[in-house]
């Protein structure tokens, strides 16, 4: 596994396992998981409701196949010296397999009121309670203004000790009893060039009594970009062996960044595989009653 693919893994630690209905079976002292019954036809059905522990939403089986539900119980901050990758309330997490792409679509449901007392435990050198207070800030002024940035970047709930390469395609979108905002970035730890193993629709949504948070990371491909994070070159460019010992070098890759941003802007939906229009009627699917 690459250095950049592992951290992509910490990026979404925070997304890890939750939330069933019906049959439920014990795996661990954290973790329960389950399955939701799949429809027994000869036939995949373009839609499938699904309904679990006060959540709602429809997607289609023929683009995403099986769901599962995962549930784990919450994890506080133990030790304020150390960065918070693990720290993640109770949740509800769907989850499907990409078996194309090895990679996961994921859709976590959980309470922000519950996710800012993770951090209560143990006092903080930090100040990550802080930082959580300030992050929510920012979501919810971008989901309100697509064009806010918060250093850069648009604002996470879960820490992550990385960066977003870019933003792009941002959308504001609206979900059944709740506002979010939908943006294409890919979680780099170092730079890294842009690929179909990192690229990813990401949707962060608030419920609109303010008591939910949304955060749904769905992976999609282009034809043009390169399959992994091996790739060391891509058309005219090519990744600096030592790249922070040349100011020159960052100029070139922001520029690389920027010229690929804007192709990716340029592409309309069906463009991307799958299409990001199925993601979008899925999330604005999505009711939220806890």
């Known amino acids: 596994m690459s250095k950049n693919l592992f951290i992509i893994s910490l ?3 925070n997304l890890l396992l939750q939330g069933c209905n019906s049959v439920i079976s014990q795996t661990s002292e954290t973790e329960v998981k389950s399955e939701i019954p799949q429809p027994q036809i000869d036939e995949v059905p373009k839609q499938q409701k699904v309904e679990s522990k006060g959540v709602s939403f429809s997607y289609s089986p023929q683009v995403l196949g099986e ?11 133990e030790d304020g010296t150390h960065k918070p990758d693990y720290v993640a309330p109770q949740h509800i997490l769907f989850k499907w397999k990409n078996a194309k792409q090895n990679r996961e679509t994921v859709i976590y449901i959980s309470s922000i009121e519950d996710y800012r007392r993770m951090y209560d435990a143990v006092p903080s050198e930090s100040d990550y309670a802080k930082q959580f207070d300030e ?3 920012g979501l919810q002024k971008v989901i ?5 940035r918060m250093k850069g970047e648009i ?3 879960p820490f992550y000790d990385a960066h977003q390469t870019f933003q792009g395609k941002v959308k504001n979108i609206s979900f059944q009893n709740g506002e979010g905002i939908f943006f294409l970035t890919q979680i780099d730890w170092e730079p890294s060039l842009i690929n179909n193993e990192g690229l990813i629709y990401c949707f962060q949504g608030i419920s609109n009594d303010g008591k939910n948070y949304i955060l749904a990371k769905f ?3 282009v034809s043009f970009l390169p399959k992994d994070y091996d790739a060391d070159k891509f058309e005219d460019y090519k990744l600096p062996e030592i790249f922070y010992n040349y100011k020159s070098n960052q100029k070139q890759h922001d520029d690389y960044v920027s010229n690929i941003a804007k192709r990716l802007n340029n592409l309309s939906p ?4 799958p299409n990001l229009n199925y993601f979008e009627e899925m999330v604005s699917s999505i009711k939220v009653e806890k």
Do not use: G, H, I, Q
């Not at 069906?270 to 595989?273: I, L």
């Open 11 to 13: 990026v979404f630690v």
């Open 67 to 77: 769901v599962k539900m995962e549930e784990t119980a919450e994890r506080p901050l």
């Open 135 to 137: 992050n929510l800030r």
């Open 144 to 148: 309100k203004d697509k064009n806010y």
């Open 155 to 157: 604002s996470f709930l």
């Open 219 to 221: 992976p999609v491909s």
């Open 270 to 273: 069906d463009e991307f595989e």
